[in-house]
């Protein structure tokens, strides 16, 4: 069974990178009919979807924050990578990575999340 | 963007009664519609797709209905487990959008 696994630093300084790693086991990165997605939620808020990576390598960004986002997909690692720049404190969020199938249109499978704090 | 509105906002509901979320889109999705249960300190889970398509291993008492704006999640009879926030979420838009969240206690 798929399962996704995040992981990367829990505290970021202001103006500083932020830098995410979403490990795949039990099933291929490269398999066609979904895209990889990630999604944050600022602590006791609702979701906020980030952006997505399709098998092709192609990236599709929120615009919201499509300046200062890359999507990337490591396929000898099974993984995928988040980098956000500029963070502030609006950034502090739990993040995460995301199968959306293409078949049901629907995200499927999530990680369990990982909180990244935005402070000094 | 597509906004995704959600109401009510919170519920608060007895063992077996039947509750019903209504989620409201800015324009026609057509069936893109999803809904997720998020319980506190675990991941989104999804339990409909397609506005009406149960995810497997989704319990029966789950339905979704609605088309074009206004879609509703229904639980036929409401279970100790089913205390969470429940997010409806459209693919219409390669913009995914959620809803604000519907949270839902048992009395």
């Known amino acids: 069974q798929l399962q996704l696994q995040e992981s990367g630093s829990g505290l970021v300084k202001p103006s500083q990178t932020l830098s995410l790693t979403c490990a795949v086991s039990g099933g291929s990165i490269s398999s066609g009919g979904y895209s990889w997605s990630w999604i944050r939620q600022p602590p006791g808020k609702g979701l906020e979807w980030i952006g997505h990576?399709?098998?092709?390598?192609?990236?599709y960004y929120n615009p919201s924050l499509k300046s200062r986002v890359t999507i990337s997909v490591d396929r000898s690692k099974n993984q995928l990578s988040l980098k956000l720049n500029s963070v502030t404190a609006a950034d502090t969020a739990v993040y995460y990575c995301?199968?959306?199938?293409?078949?049901?249109?629907?995200?499927?499978?999530w990680g369990q999340g990982t909180l990244v704090t935005v402070s000094s | 963007d597509i906004q995704m509105t959600q109401s009510p906002s919170s519920l608060s509901a007895s063992v077996g009664d039947r509750v019903t979320i209504t989620c409201r889109a800015s324009q026609s999705i057509a069936s893109y519609l999803n809904w997720y249960q998020q319980k506190p300190g675990k991941a989104p889970k999804l339990l409909i797709y397609a506005a009406s398509s149960l995810q497997s291993g989704v319990p029966s008492r789950f339905s979704g209905s609605g088309s074009g704006t206004d879609f509703t999640l229904t639980i036929s009879s409401l279970q100790p487990e089913d205390s969470a926030t429940y997010y409806c979420q459209q693919s219409f838009s390669t913009l995914y959008t959620f809803g604000p969240g519907t949270k839902v206690d048992i009395e």
């Open positions: 995301s199968r959306f199938s293409r078949g049901i249109d629907a995200f499927d499978i």
């Open positions: 990576i399709y098998q092709s390598g192609s990236a």
